[in-house]
T-cell receptor
Framework: AQSVTQLGSHVSVSEGALVLLRCNYS??????LFWYVQYPNQGLQLLLK??????LVKGINGFEAEFKKSETSFHLTKPSAHMSDAAEYFC???????????????FGKGTKLSVKP | NAGVTQTPKFRVLKTGQSMTLLCAQD?????MYWYRQDPGMGLRLIHY???????AKGEVPDGYNVSRLKKQNFLLGLESAAPSQTSVYFC???????????FGPGTRLLVL
C-alpha cells in the first residue's frame, strides 16, 4: 500500500534562510509526486509535480523538488525563505497503473512552515 | 472560469441532523473527489467519482453518501451528523488526461 511520510509537522526558519521540507514515499510502482501548499483558511494549491522526465522540478514561488528514486524521496526546497511562504505544505503520491491510468492521491500529514523575521 | 466551488462555506449542525455539501466545477473534469482535513491527519479521501453516474468509496467513507447526477456536480451527504464529522471538507476535480487535482476553498463543518 502506498504511504507518504513528511518528517516534521512544524518547521521554523528565519527569513532569507534555506527551506527544506522532507517527503518520503512508498509505492510498488513508479509514482507521480506532488507538493501542495495551503495558506490559512484556503484550499490547496499545486506547487509542483513530478510525473516523468527530469527529476529536478521547479514550481511556483521559487520552490523546487528533486525526485530520488533510490531514496524514495521528494524533498521540497527554496534557497531563501520569505515571510509569505508561511503556510502548510502537503506532499502527495499517486500510483500509475499499467496502461497509464492514475490512482488516487495519498497525502502526507503536512508540515507547517513558520518564517521568522 | 470559477474552477471548483463549494457550498456552503461554513455550517453548524446538531448531532443527528442531515445536510448536503455541494461541489461544482466548470472545467469539464471527469474525476471528482471529496476529502476531509483534520489537524495532524492531512487529507483523507472520503468518496470519489470517475464520471457522471459513478461513485466509489475512499479511505474514510462511513457516515457519508455521495451522488454524481451531473458531470459538473458532486454532492456529499451526511444523513445523521456526529461530532466526529466536525472537520474541513474539500472537494477536488481532475481531467481524465491530467495529473493535477484542483481544489475548492473548503467547507468548515461543526457538529455539536
Amino acid at each position: 500500500a502506498q504511504s507518504v511520510t513528511q518528517l516534521g509537522s512544524h518547521v521554523s526558519v528565519s527569513e532569507g534562510a534555506l527551506v527544506l521540507l522532507r517527503c518520503n514515499y512508498s509505492s510498488s510502482v513508479p509514482p507521480y509526486l506532488f507538493w501542495y501548499v495551503q495558506y490559512p483558511n484556503q484550499g490547496l494549491q499545486l506547487l509542483l509535480k513530478y510525473t516523468t522526465g527530469a527529476t529536478l522540478v521547479k514550481g511556483i514561488n521559487g520552490f523546487e523538488a528533486e525526485f530520488k528514486k533510490s531514496e524514495t524521496s521528494f524533498h521540497l526546497t527554496k534557497p531563501s525563505a520569505h515571510m509569505s511562504d508561511a503556510a502548510e505544505y502537503f506532499c502527495a503520491v499517486s500510483e500509475i497503473y499499467y496502461g497509464g491510468s492514475q490512482g488516487n492521491l495519498i497525502f502526507g500529514k503536512g508540515t507547517k512552515l513558520s518564517v521568522k523575521p | 472560469n470559477a474552477g471548483v466551488t463549494q457550498t456552503p462555506k461554513f455550517r453548524v449542525l446538531k448531532t443527528g441532523q442531515s445536510m448536503t455539501l455541494l461541489c461544482a466545477q466548470d472545467m469539464n473534469h471527469e474525476y471528482m473527489y471529496w476529502y476531509r482535513q483534520d489537524p495532524g491527519m492531512g487529507l483523507r479521501l472520503i468518496h470519489y467519482s470517475v464520471g457522471e453516474g459513478t461513485t466509489a468509496k475512499g479511505e474514510v467513507p462511513d457516515g457519508y453518501n455521495v451522488s454524481r447526477l451531473k458531470k459538473q456536480n458532486f454532492l456529499l451527504g451526511l444523513e445523521s451528523a456526529a461530532p466526529s464529522q466536525t472537520s474541513v471538507y474539500f472537494c477536488a476535480s481532475r481531467g481524465g488526461y491530467q495529473e493535477t487535482q484542483y481544489f475548492g476553498p473548503g467547507t468548515r463543518l461543526l457538529v455539536l
